[in-house]
């Protein structure tokens, strides 16, 4: 019983009076579906107090869009987890392809994060895909599995339940390209086959595994029937209040099997 998770990645959109008031317009529209579904939002780190203050306890939770390992030190650039915890985030996507490809993140890097993030008490939203050329290849499975492992290395079983994964197929985000449902569970299940293998089937039943690339109202609830697509990481449709609001609308009524109690 898996309840469904639906985070809006904002990536660089978006400052404090911009956030605040896409807030203002989400809240009443996603009020039916928070009872039901993790709704999160990720803003850029300098918005993060403006929209903390518009979200106010109505029912839809706070993320970043990345932090470091440790938590404090010589990091120019860097955000500490405690920072975050402190500006009342729960939840921290890690990993994002804009960050490996863009930034040189490596999965070793990624684990670090991770690690840092969940010991410090934060949510770890793991993102991982293949590129085109990795597709192409035929390799989507050696590429994907190889990034879970090790970007999840040093969790425990337990741990994981607090933990969500995005399989995110890099050809697929910002391209309007979207991974066909099958293609997309195709995936998801070799992600938790491969989490029923490391880590037990009682921790792989419980873990949130995420579609994200290209989600729009018009596909979401196609993608989030299908049996191990938990919800999704949201990038361009997520800015838009409307838009987000359908999507975890509609994984709010595709997802019927999953319970109402928040893992
Ligand atoms: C993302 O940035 O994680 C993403 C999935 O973007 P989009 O929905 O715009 O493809």
């Known amino acids: 019983m898996r309840r469904p998770l639906v985070a809006g990645n904002w990536k660089m959109s978006l400052g404090p009076e911009g956030g605040a008031a896409l807030i203002a317009e989400l809240l009443p529209l996603v009020a039916d579906s928070t009872g039901a579904v993790d709704v999160v939002v990720c803003p850029p780190y300098l918005a993060l107090g403006a929209v903390a203050a518009a979200l106010d306890g109505g029912g839809v939770s706070l993320g970043a869009q990345n932090c470091h390992w440790e938590e404090a030190g010589a990091f120019t650039g860097e955000i500490a987890p405690g920072m975050l915890l402190a500006v009342a985030c729960q939840w921290v996507i890690l990993g994002h392809s804009e960050r490996r490809q863009l930034f040189g993140e490596s999965d070793e890097g990624v684990n670090r994060r991770a690690v840092g993030a969940f010991a410090a008490g934060l949510r770890p939203i793991v993102c991982i895909g293949e590129t085109l050329e990795e597709r192409d290849a035929g390799r989507v499975e050696d590429v994907i599995l190889g990034q879970l492992d090790r970007s999840l290395q040093g969790f425990t079983a337990e741990q994981l339940a607090s933990v969500a994964v995005a399989y995110e197929p890099v050809w697929a985000i ?34 949130r595994i995420l579609y994200g690339g290209s989600v729009k109202p018009d596909n979401a609830a196609e993608l989030f029937g299908q049996a191990d697509i938990d919800g999704g ?5 997520s800015l838009k209040a409307a838009d987000f609001a359908a999507i975890a609308n509609a994984a709010r009524s595709t997802c019927g099997c999953h319970s109402e109690q928040e893992i």
């Open 174 to 207: 910002g391209t309007g390209r979207t991974a066909t449902p099958e293609q997309a569970q195709q995936v998801h299940g070799l992600i938790r086959g491969r989490l029923r293998d490391s880590f037990g089937d009682a921790s792989a039943e419980v873990i």
């Open 233 to 237: 990481l949201i990038g361009g449709a």
